[in-house]
């Protein structure tokens, strides 16, 4: 076991663990952040989604070695309060239905539209395609991050 430090979510944490275990369970096991939800476990389906110096990575595939002295944001630090615009797209469209994936796909679509505040539909489509969501509610997810970059603009 070797002792990591690690910034999530704007606080500092010391977690000790083997070089090799995904970021996903320090996350849930170590810290107690559940919000990001095991997927598939081989960097697929975007379920583990979380924001890596900004940018949205898979943290089922990611070993915890890798990412020290970087910025973590999981989707309880995205706000404390869901005020995001992409949260509060989320519910303004009702997005989810049983709700499983939302977590990785607010992520993904919340650091798209920090590089992209402006999508066509087009990028927004492709932006999202790598996150799968069992319900198939692709219209709507794709109508909330539309209406997210709308706000935010």
């Known amino acids: 076991m070797a002792t990591y430090q690690l910034k999530v979510n704007g606080k500092s944490q010391t977690v000790e663990a083997s070089e090799d275990t995904p970021l996903l369970w320090i996350l849930r096991d170590h810290l107690d952040l559940v919000g990001t939800k095991f997927g ?8 583990c989604t979380v924001h890596l110096d900004g940018n949205a990575v898979r943290s089922c595939s990611l070993p915890i070695a890798s990412v020290q002295n970087q910025e973590i944001t999981t989707i309880e630090g995205l706000s404390e ?48 395609h790598g996150n799968i969501c069992r319900c198939a509610s692709y219209n709507r997810i794709y109508k909330a991050v539309e209406m997210a970059a709308e706000n935010k603009s």
């Open 40 to 47: 598939c476990g081989i960097a697929q389906c975007g379920a």
């Open 81 to 128: 309060d869901g005020s995001h615009p992409v949260q509060k797209a989320w519910k303004a469209v009702d997005v989810p239905q049983c709700g499983y994936c939302q977590a990785g796909q607010i992520m993904t679509a919340s650091a798209f539209l920090e590089k992209n505040p402006a999508p066509t539909e087009e990028e927004i489509k492709n932006a999202m």
